[in-house]
């Protein structure tokens, strides 16, 4: 079964940082392509970045370009998203899903305020 665990959301204000987290179990980590997506108050889910399984090829919703890096630790099946300069914009619930199966955690709450 596969089963995604989110960390390191919390309250920041514009122009801060957060480091999100995904603990990985129960499928090959290491040979699955992750995704982070979002929530917003109100919206649908939004794709925000992808990596492949080696890490060889990333790519980012243009709305996050250059402000967001994704990243994995496949020797510790985890599996990173590291944001600056947020924006009230990024406020959001942030999940990371696995590409095959669309699974996804629980998901932890960015907030972006003054």
């Known amino acids: 079964e596969v089963q995604l665990v989110e960390s390191g959301g919390g309250l920041v204000q514009p122009g801060g940082s957060l480091r999100l987290s995904c603990a990985a179990s129960?499928?090959?980590?290491?040979?699955?392509?992750m995704r982070w997506v979002r929530q917003a108050p109100g919206k649908g889910l939004e794709w925000v970045s992808s990596?492949?399984?080696?890490?060889?090829?990333?790519t980012y919703a243009d709305s996050v370009k250059g402000r967001f890096t994704i990243s994995r630790d496949n020797a510790n099946n985890t599996l990173y998203l590291q944001m600056i300069s947020l924006k009230p914009e990024d406020t959001a619930v942030y999940y990371c899903?696995?590409?095959?199966?669309?699974?996804r955690g629980q998901g932890t709450q960015v907030t972006v305020s003054s």
């Open positions: 899903q696995e590409a095959g199966s669309g699974a």
């Open positions: 129960g499928f090959t980590f290491g040979a699955s392509g």
């Open positions: 990596i492949s399984s080696a890490s060889t090829t990333k």
